[in-house]
């Protein structure tokens, strides 16, 4: 695989947008997205202040993360909101190669923290584990839900 990384621009958007619904409305997510909703979701990300979005690019987009710097009580962090690579390109690397260049762009800026939400016992869980991601054992994601 030749590809090439490069800046999430907003004409990256309407495929990345496409890469996000098939991805996250397939299995394990088995979420309700639609190009409509998900190119709200990425255009909001990309008007946080902090954003940061990265696309790797081989005859289209392959994988792209995004999210955003946020401070906190003694340093900037990173949310990493939305990573996706597409389905015929699991495997390859191209997804570590990806989380490498985003550790290098926030290094330079100063983050060296990186976060994230995902499933627990998905192929998520583990790609992440396998690049030196942990699970935090001081924090927990809660919810609260009520009908609208």
């Known amino acids: 695989m030749a590809e090439w990384i490069e800046g999430f621009r907003r004409y990256h958007l309407e495929e990345c947008a496409r890469l996000l619904v098939a991805t996250f409305n397939a299995e394990p997510w088995n979420d309700e997205w639609t190009l409509d909703t998900a190119k709200k979701e990425l255009t909001w990300t990309m008007g946080v202040p902090g954003f940061v979005g990265l696309v790797s690019l081989d005859e ?3 994988a792209f993360a995004t999210g955003y710097r946020e401070p906190d009580d003694r340093r900037e ?3 990493l909101k939305t990573f996706c690579v597409r389905p015929d390109a699991h495997g390859t690397g191209v997804g570590s190669r990806l989380l ?3 550790r290098e762009h926030l290094d330079k800026g100063g983050v060296n923290t990186i976060y994230l939400i995902t499933h627990r016992g998905t ?3 583990a ?3 396998k690049n030196g991601y942990t699970v935090n054992p ?3 994601v809660m919810t ?3 009908s609208a």
């Open 60 to 62: 289209g987009v392959v």
């Open 77 to 79: 962090v990173f949310y």
């Open 100 to 102: 490498g260049h985003l």
């Open 123 to 125: 192929p998520a869980e």
């Open 127 to 129: 790609f992440y584990r």
């Open 138 to 140: 001081e924090d927990i």
């Open 144 to 146: 609260y839900e009520w």
